[in-house]
Each structure stands twice: as structure tokens, then as C-alpha cells.
């Protein structure tokens, strides 16, 4: 159930407008252009859906080499094709020089600088299929057919999915979906003689069949290893019945080469019928040439190992690992592990050249964070990790020989950090303003942007201001929250409340600009918007997260009901007696367990794709590892833990006016227990919308969907609360 969604009232002539400027193209090459192919507004006005959609995401940042160079990628969105495009970016890492590297393509991204920084490395479409491309470095006009200066790399029959680089340079190791025994060729033609079959049936012996949003069809993600000049692709996991990197997230940072590049080492889940029901992410080795069968690193941890990234010097394996099997929200602890070792017994299994694998250890044990990603400085003296921090997603430095952890840059939402001379580079976002580039010194100080790609954008927007606050929650506990002011704030006004349960649980409405519960859509359309972290949210210390387990109903709704009396008596613009609920995921269980534990105290609840049964969700969901660790066991097992924070159990008290939405493609929260909220609603005479995309999964994706749905999201609030 844990990922989240959402919100503002669209007029006709705006999304009218929205068609025509998607097909304009804006190609800015100052520092206060803009790359998006939305035209520039030239009023000032309240934040809409149209301008979350408007604004260009920078994403896979990379520094050059020589520290002087940042490439990353921009998707834009292109309302008139109904998706968005990425494209590839240049810019010094003082901020001069923005370039775009080729235009017109659907989908250049995962650029990954040569060793000696002439080239980059990158994914396209440009060919028909997903291939590795390879580009100079020292920029030139970009083409305007697509193609130009660029030159393919892979010519496989398949898609080719991230890309990571050998230490040497030598060669280039992918993923691409194959059958486990089969080669690339052989699925190809596999996939070709199903498509034939005039038949439609599956057969299957073991879960998952579906996970995420897709039917599972017996192929994997492997991990291949090729030379730079593009010859024979070698899959390292050949036979292995599991996924690198893994479903549904995971990317290139779950595979690398070791240090001389002989090796390379991957995170994969080989764990057989168990797969549904186990989090045993393990690490794995194997040569590059496939000649021996990748061996586990990490057998002795049956919980998650994963990201691997070595040292400058070699010396030294760090990644992340978990310490409790099936629990996917424990503590992320950094491993150092010894690279290679003397004086243990030799392992002949290994791959060439490791003899032996060393002594490990936790860094900073008594640090209480858990980190989202790690990478190494320079010197090797630091390792840098971004981790959810009490509403932030904050940067820190934490020495590799005490353990001692700073905080480096604590406000808004951090990701992608490289170390650059005596900077680190990274993005960072917050609720008012999208992810952008941006540099501080190792210590901490001189926060300096390097992008500006939204300012003209932004500079025609009028935001909510945001402030965080706490309050003592359940059991007195500290709480915090987050309450954005209205886009229109009048002192002495009143204004209605919309209230924005977050999913997860084990999950954070923080300082982030999302795009899909972006609370100044809410603000934008006049509401004053209340965010509560309860009990069971992350970046809090792991016993805040783990608190809930077993308790989904009770710590979460108590510091629900706290923090939304304590923003009203700390705010007294908020008006008390017009405020309207909205969850998705847990958040939307969350709706309906309110709707039969706390029926009186709101005018409109929004659900999307929350849970109507939690007994039955265990059988038709997923990954029943989630289910089984927070429910304390199986249904059949433990019946009394399911059915003590049933929400169908409360149905007989719903009275309040409901919108329900849900995706037809959402394998994680069935379809059914939407519908079936929607069906007691209309049983009970409650005053009820159902909002259904078939196409669609547990988060909203299409821009014209995401259209649809915030402009019902806003009807309905405004109808019950204006």
C-alpha cells in the first residue's frame, strides 16, 4: 500500500491554453531561459496543476572528471503527445553556459561521463528501441534531426536500461529484460513467437504474477557487461531467476564494477517461491565474462543489502543494508566492507582476482537516519548520505574512521549529490519551488544555484507560504506537521481546510515540491493545507517508525486529530468548521478509517486507492512481505491483528460525502476495494463519486489524466467546503 498521490480546478480556457502551448518550444540557452515546451505566462497567479505540469524536472545529475561540468537530464512535458520528454543538458558548474547536448527526441537520459570526460554516454530512443549512445563532450550546435554527432553504441534487439561505466573505461555494463536461460537474440524471438499465439492464457507456478503494474511473463532484469566499442554482450546473471536491478525502483545505483573492473557486483533478490514474502536483497559478484556463477557477498544478512559504491582508492566496499528480514521500511545502515583482504582463507569461488572479502562494520551505528543514498568523497575521508530528517530530506557528512555525522544542508529535499574540488553538487526542491541544481562547500556554507531553469515560470506564481510546527501527539509524544497558507492570504480571513494524510505508512509529507500531491495546487486554489508526520512516519528515529506496526488505526488517527486541533488553535485563519480530508494509499485506508472512527469532524473526504478490507488486501496485493510485518503475521495466523484495523468493519457509522478514485492498473491497492468503497457509499445513501482510470496504477501518470483528476479532486472540495 506504501507510495502516495494528487489536487486544483482547471477552467476550460486554461486547459485550452495548456494544448496550445505544448506546441511551442521554448529553447532557452541562458541561465533564466526555460527548456520546457510550455510557453511563458505572463501573469501572476495562483499555482495550478498547469504549472505543476509546466516545469521542467532535472534529474541524473553527473559531474565531469575534471569537476568542471555538470550533464543531466530534463524531462518536460509535452501535453499535445500526452507524456513528457527528456532530454540531455550542459552546464558549468559555476552556473555559466547552459546548453542542451541534442534536441529532438523523445528520450535521451542516463547520461554517464567517459572516464577521461570527452564523451557522454547516454540512453536514446532516436534509433527505435532503447540503445547506449555515445556523444563528444565539447558541445557543438545540436542537430535539429537528432541524430548529427551522435554515435550508437548498442544495436541490440531488445531495450537497454541503465548504464554504468567501468573504472577503466573499458567496457559498459546494462540491464535489459530477458528470459533467465535464455540469450537477448533467443527472447527476442521467444517474445516474437508469443505474440503469434492466437491463445491469451498464462500459465504460472509461483508469485509474483504481477507486481507494481505489470503481468509478470517469466523475464528478468539482467545485468549484461560489454566492451565500449560495442561487441558481445555477456549477461553476468545468466540463469538466476532474479531481478538487477529490482522491481519496481531500482536503478543503475544497485550494480557496479569493482575497482579493477574485472568484476562487477549487483543486487538481486534470488530467493526463489519465497520472492512475495522476502525482503533478502543480497549483493552478488561475478566476472564480467561470465565464466563463473555470481556469488552472494552477503548470505549471512537474510534482510536488504544494497548500493554498492567503492572507495576512491579501492580499498574499501560501502553499501546499505537492513538488519530485519521483512520489514521494507527498517533502518538503512551504511556497511564498510575491506577490498580485498589478507590473511583469510582464499575463496576460489570468487571472481579473478579477490582472493577474499574483509571485515565489515556499521557506520555511525548511533546515528538514528536512514540513509536514501551514499556516495564518497574525494579523499575517501567522508561518505556523503541524503536521509529523511524531521520534514526535510537533509544532506550529511559522516566521517569515515569516528562515525560522526554533520549535517551539511538540512532544509528541502537533497538528491543526486557528487563531490566537485571543494564543493558538493546535488539537487534540492522544497514547497515552493521545483528541484534544482545547486553547489555548498564541503563544510556546509556557501549554498550557492546552479540552475535556473523554472525562474520565469516561477516568477509569474504566487505560492502559499509553508511553517512547519509541532505538537505533543499520542502518548505526548512530539509530532510535527507542516500548514501552507492559502495563495490569496488575507490577514483577518478564514479560509477552508484541506487536510493531507500522507502514504506509507512509513512515509513523509515534507518540505518537497511533488508532483502528485503538491500541497500549493491545494494552496493555489484557496485552502489552507494541513500536513501531519503521525506516528509510523519516516525521517523521525526508526522506533517513531516502527511504532505503528500492528496499530495502523490507533497512534496515526490520534496524532491526526492532535495536529489538526493544534494547527486550528495556532493558526486561527484556518476555519474549523470547513475542512475536507484527502489520503491516497495509506492515506486512503486512512479515509476510510476515518470515515467510521471520526465520521463527524470533517464536510468531504477524497480516497484514492486506499484500502476498504485489510483482510482481503493481503490476498489481492503484491509484495506480502508488507502486509505480514506491519499486520504482525498472516491473516490466517492472526486474524485478530487484520481485523482490529479493519476499516470494513466500521462501515455501518460512514455518514460523510465521499470521492473515491483508482487505477485499473493498480496491482498494489486492487481496483475492487476502491469499487468497493464507492458501492457501500452508494448503498448507505452517502453523497458519492467514483473517479476510475483503466489505464492507470496506484499513482496517476498521464498528464491529461493528472488533469482529469485534479480538476474533480478541486470540484469536490469546493462543493462541500465553498
Known amino acids: 500500500m506504501h507510495r502516495d498521490i494528487v489536487l486544483k480546478k482547471i477552467p476550460v480556457f486554461l486547459l485550452l491554453a495548456l494544448l496550445c502551448w505544448s506546441f511551442l518550444l521554448f529553447a532557452g540557452c541562458s541561465q533564466s531561459g526555460r527548456v520546457s515546451s510550455f510557453a511563458e505566462p505572463k501573469t501572476i497567479h495562483p499555482f495550478s496543476v498547469g504549472d505543476m505540469l509546466a516545469m521542467d524536472r532535472i534529474s541524473e545529475q553527473q559531474v565531469s572528471p575534471d569537476g568542471k561540468q555538470i550533464v543531466f537530464t530534463v524531462r518536460s512535458t509535452d501535453l499535445a503527445a500526452d507524456k513528457g520528454k527528456t532530454s540531455l543538458w550542459l552546464i558549468e558548474v559555476d552556473g555559466s553556459n547552459l546548453k542542451q547536448l541534442i534536441k529532438q527526441s523523445d528520450s535521451d537520459c542516463c547520461p554517464k561521463w567517459s572516464v577521461n570526460g570527452k564523451s557522454i554516454y547516454f540512453l536514446s530512443t532516436r534509433s527505435g528501441s532503447s540503445q547506449v549512445w555515445k556523444i563528444p563532450a565539447k558541445w557543438r550546435e545540436p542537430s535539429l534531426t537528432g541524430g548529427g554527432h551522435a554515435e550508437q553504441i548498442t544495436m541490440l534487439p531488445l531495450d537497454v536500461s541503465n548504464i554504468v561505466l567501468s573504472p577503466d573505461g573499458e567496457h559498459i555494463a546494462f540491464s535489459i529484460e530477458v528470459f533467465p536461460s535464455l540469450s537477448i537474440e533467443q527472447t527476442k524471438q521467444k517474445l516474437e513467437k508469443s505474440g503469434k499465439r492466437k491463445s491469451s492464457g498464462r500459465i504460472y507456478e509461483k508469485a509474483f504474477v504481477r507486481h507494481w503494474n505489470t503481468w509478470a511473463d517469466g523475464r528478468r532484469s539482467h545485468v549484461f557487461v560489454m566492451p565500449a566499442n560495442g561487441k558481445v554482450a555477456i549477461d553476468v546473471m545468466k540463469d538466476m531467476d532474479a531481478d538487477c536491478p529490482s522491481k519496481p525502483f531500482g536503478g543503475s545505483e544497485e550494480f557496479c564494477f569493482t575497482p579493477d573492473g574485472k568484476n562487477i557486483i549487483f543486487t538481486a533478490r534470488d530467493v526463489g517461491p519465497r520472492e512475495p514474502w522476502s525482503t533478502d536483497l543480497d549483493l552478488y559478484i561475478s566476472p564480467i565474462d561470465g565464466s563463473k556463477k555470481p556469488v552472494c557477498l552477503t548470505e549471512k544478512n537474510e534482510a536488504t543489502d544494497t548500493t554498492p559504491v567503492f572507495s576512491p582508492d579501492g580499498k574499501t566496499l560501502a553499501y546499505l543494508a537492513m538488519s530485519r528480514p521483512g520489514y521494507e521500511s527498517d533502518r538503512l545502515r551504511i556497511m564498510l566492507k575491506d577490498w580485498p583482504t589478507r590473511g583469510e582463507p582464499a575463496r576460489p569461488e570468487l571472481a579473478e582476482g579477490v582472493e577474499s572479502i574483509g571485515q565489515e562494520r556499521v557506520l555511525a551505528e548511533n546515528w538514528d537516519r536512514s540513509p536514501a543514498s551514499i556516495c564518497w568523497s574525494k579523499d575517501g575521508r567522508k561518505i556523503y548520505a541524503v536521509a529523511e530528517n524531521i520534514g526535510q530530506k537533509s544532506l550529511f557528512a559522516i566521517d569515515v574512521q569516528t562515525g560522526k555525522a554533520e549535517t551539511i544542508v538540512e532544509k528541502g529535499s537533497v538528491t543526486g549529490t557528487e563531490e566537485a574540488s571543494d564543493r558538493i553538487i546535488f ?19 556557501d549554498l550557492k544555484p546552479i540552475t535556473q531553469i523554472n525562474s520565469r515560470q516561477l516568477s509569474a506564481i504566487e505560492f502559499g507560504e509553508f511553517e512547519q510546527f509541532s505538537f505533543s501527539g499520542w502518548n505526548n509524544e512530539t509530532v510535527y506537521g507542516y500548514v501552507v497558507k492559502p495563495a490569496d492570504y488575507k490577514e ?38 494541513v500536513m501531519i508526520d503521525f506516528h509510523g512516519s519516516t525521517g523521525y528515529g526508526q522506533a517513531f517508525c516502527d511504532s505503528i506496526r500492528g496499530d495502523w488505526g490507533g497512534k496515526p488517527l490520534v496524532d491526526l486529530q492532535k495536529g489538526l486541533d493544534a494547527a486550528i488553535k495556532k493558526y486561527p485563519w484556518l476555519d474549523s468548521e470547513k475542512a475536507g480530508a484527502l489520503g491516497a494509499s495509506f492515506g486512503g485506508y486512512m479515509i476510510n478509517w476515518i470515515e467510521g472512527n471520526w465520521p463527524d469532524r470533517f464536510r468531504c473526504l477524497v480516497n484514492h486507492a486506499g484500502d476498504l478490507d485489510e483482510r482481503m488486501a493481503y490476498f489481492d496485493t503484491e509484495e506480502l512481505w508488507f502486509t505480514e510485518w506491519d499486520h504482525i503475521g498472516k491473516p490466517w495466523d492472526n486474524p485478530e491483528a487484520y481485523e482490529m484495523q479493519n476499516p470494513v468493519n466500521f462501515v455501518r457509522n460512514w455518514k460523510t460525502p465521499m470521492l473515491v478514485t483508482h487505477g485499473g492498473k493498480d496491482f498494489r491497492v486492487v481496483e475492487t476495494q476502491g469499487l468497493g468503497t464507492f458501492n457501500a457509499l452508494q448503498r448507505l445513501g452517502i453523497p ?35
Open 427 to 445: 539537487g534540492l526542491d522544497n514547497l515552493k519551488s521545483p528541484l534544482e541544481l545547486y553547489s555548498v562547500k564541503t563544510d556546509g556554507s
Open 492 to 529: 483577518g480571513a478564514k479560509y477552508p481546510i484541506a487536510f493531507v494524510i500522507h502514504g506509507g505508512p512509513q512515509g513523509s509529507m515534507g518540505n518537497i515540491f511533488h508532483y502528485r500531491w503538491n500541497a500549493q495546487v491545494f494552496a493555489g486554489a484557496g485552502y489552507g493545507v
Open 688 to 722: 458519492s463519486r467514483l473517479l476510475y482510470f483503466p489505464d492507470e496504477c496506484h499513482w496517476i501518470q498521464r498528464p491529461s489524466n493528472s488533469i482529469l483528476w485534479h480538476e474533480t479532486v478541486i470540484s469536490w472540495l469546493d462543493r462541500w467546503l465553498k
